[in-house]
C-alpha cells in the first residue's frame, strides 16, 4: 500500500508539473513575439551628432604645378586676344585711309616733331595723338629724339574737317657742374592744338618743343610746345 500510494504521489506531481509547462511556454513564446513587434527606439543626440560629424579625412590639395600651367595659358590667350585687337585696329586704320584716298578730294596731314630746346634738357620720350587715335609713341633709347632736331612722326590720309593733334613729352634735366642738379628733374609736358583740314587740302604741322623765355621762371616753367599748321593744294603737299 506504500508503494501504491508513492507511486500515486509521483503520479500526481508529474501531472502538476506538465500543467505548469503548459502554461508557461504559451506565455514565453507570446513574449517573445511581443518584443520581436515592438519598434526600434529612437536615435540618440549623440548618435546623430556622431552621424553627422564631418570626416577627419584631409581636403584634396590643389597641384601648384597645375595650377601654375593653368595660369600661364591664361595668361598666352589673353596677350593672344591683345595681339589680334591690335592688328584688328591696324586693318581699320588702313582701311579707313584706303576709303578718304579713294573718295572725291579727301585731304592729307603730315606731323613733324621739332626739338629746339637747349642743352640743358633731354627728351625721354614722346607720344603723338590724332583726334584721340595714337600715332606715334617713341621712348628715347639710343638718343635719337636728342640728336635729330625734325623728326617726321606720322603721314596719312584724313577726312576734311576739324582735327585735334594732341603731344605728351616727358624731359629730363641735363646739367654739369654746379647745374648737376636739374637732372634729378624729370617731368611731363602735355599741348594739342586743333587745325581745319579742308577738302582737296594737304597740311604739315609742326610741333615745336622749345622754351620761353625770361628768367623769373622755373627749369620745368620754360619748357614750351607751340603748333605750325600749313594746309596746301593737295597736289603741292603731297610727298
Not at 7 to 17: C, E, P, Q, V
Not at 71 to 96: C, G, P, W
Not at 159 to 181: C, E, N, Q, V
Request: aromatic fraction near 6%.
Amino acid at each position: 500500500m506504500g508503494d501504491t500510494l508513492l507511486k500515486t504521489r509521483d503520479s500526481g506531481s508529474r501531472t502538476h508539473r506538465a500543467r505548469i509547462a503548459a502554461l508557461v511556454v504559451p506565455i514565453a513564446f507570446a513574449a517573445a513575439a511581443a518584443a520581436a513587434q515592438e519598434p526600434a527606439p529612437p536615435a540618440t543626440a549623440d548618435a546623430a551628432s556622431d552621424a553627422a560629424a564631418p570626416s577627419d579625412a584631409p581636403a584634396p590639395i590643389a597641384d601648384p604645378k597645375s595650377f601654375d600651367l593653368e595660369l600661364r595659358t591664361m595668361e598666352e590667350d589673353v596677350n593672344a586676344l591683345k595681339e589680334q585687337v591690335f592688328r584688328s585696329k591696324a586693318i581699320l586704320l588702313l582701311l579707313k585711309e584706303i576709303v578718304v584716298q579713294g573718295s572725291a578730294g579727301g585731304s592729307r596731314a603730315t606731323i613733324f616733331h621739332v626739338n629746339k630746346l637747349g642743352a640743358s634738357y633731354k627728351i625721354e620720350s614722346v607720344s603723338y595723338y590724332l583726334d584721340g587715335q595714337g600715332r606715334f609713341s617713341q621712348t628715347d633709347e639710343n638718343g635719337n629724339l636728342n640728336v635729330t632736331k625734325e623728326l617726321e612722326v606720322w603721314d596719312g590720309a584724313i577726312p576734311p574737317g576739324t582735327h585735334t593733334l594732341s603731344a605728351t613729352i616727358k624731359i629730363r634735366g641735363d646739367g654739369m657742374g654746379i647745374f648737376s642738379y636739374v637732372e634729378n628733374y624729370t617731368f611731363t609736358v602735355q599741348a594739342s592744338d586743333s587745325f581745319e583740314a579742308e577738302e582737296g587740302k594737304a597740311c604739315q604741322v609742326r610741333t615745336l618743343v622749345g622754351q620761353k623765355k625770361g628768367i623769373t621762371r622755373s627749369f620745368t616753367e620754360r619748357v614750351n610746345v607751340t603748333f605750325e599748321t600749313r594746309c596746301d593744294p593737295l597736289e603741292a603737299g603731297a610727298p
